[in-house]
């Protein structure tokens, strides 16, 4: 079965420490890759996305995530986090590159905490 | 901007009612999901449409059902509400294999 899994559940950090946050995913073919960020009390929405080309895909608010496809990762980092950072990401995965459906998978999510 | 809505934000249900969550987007994107956010557990997806009056069971469909009976309205529906339905619902839409863009949510409580 197709899975997403995001190694880490909670993760606390100070402010100005940088932030790697894991995903990988168990499907041999041609994916897209999204990182989406929920803010308390918000509505999800996308930090960055890759679908081909460069495999340092930069996204909102000074996200930045590789795609690895040897080992079939796409980890999130940020070089320094800030208080307003607090939110759960979640790791996602299109297995149905090209197809009509769009079907997404998720991974269980990591709450970020972010202490000033 | 893509703006999905959803009827409620939050509901309040009794056990064994049938109730009705409803989300419309204004994208005109053919595919519409539905998931279900429970803390631990990430999403999961309960149906999805790709198109009107099509679709997809997801990887809980038990206890649900859905329609789409117009390109923009994908509603949700739980024949006999039960305690282990309480949740959060998001609903979100997409243009084929693109990004997707999701309602704010609707919190539902059964009691």
């Known amino acids: 079965a197709q899975s997403v899994s995001q190694h880490n559940h909670h993760v606390i950090l100070s402010e100005a420490a940088s932030l790697e946050l894991g995903c990988n995913y168990s499907y041999g073919g041609t994916v897209n890759l999204f990182w989406y960020v929920q803010y308390p009390g918000q509505h999800l929405q996308l930090l960055l996305k890759y679908f081909s080309g460069d495999p340092l895909v930069k996204g909102i608010k000074g996200f930045e995530a590789e795609f690895i496809k040897s080992k079939f990762s796409f980890n999130l980092r940020k070089p320094s986090v800030q208080w307003s950072d607090t939110a759960e990401y979640f790791c996602?995965?299109?297995?149905?590159?090209?197809?009509?459906?769009?079907?997404?998978?998720f991974g269980r999510g990591t709450q970020l905490t972010v202490w000033p | 901007d893509v703006k999905v809505t959803q009827s409620s934000r939050y509901l309040v249900k009794r056990t064994g009612e049938k109730v009705f969550l409803e989300c419309v987007q204004d994208m005109d994107h053919e595919n519409m999901f539905w998931y279900r956010q429970d803390p631990g557990l990430g999403l999961r997806l309960i149906y999805f449409?790709?198109?009107?009056?099509?679709?997809e069971k997801g990887d809980i469909p038990e206890g649900y059902s859905v329609s789409r009976e117009k390109k923009e309205r994908f509603s949700l529906i739980l024949e006999s509400a039960s305690t282990n339905q309480t949740s959060m619902y998001l609903c979100a839409s997409s243009f084929r294999d693109n990004e997707q863009f999701f309602g704010p949510g609707t919190r539902l409580t059964v009691l």
């Open positions: 449409s790709y198109d009107v009056k099509m679709k």
């Open positions: 996602a995965v299109n297995l149905d590159r090209g197809s009509t459906l769009g079907r997404l998978y």
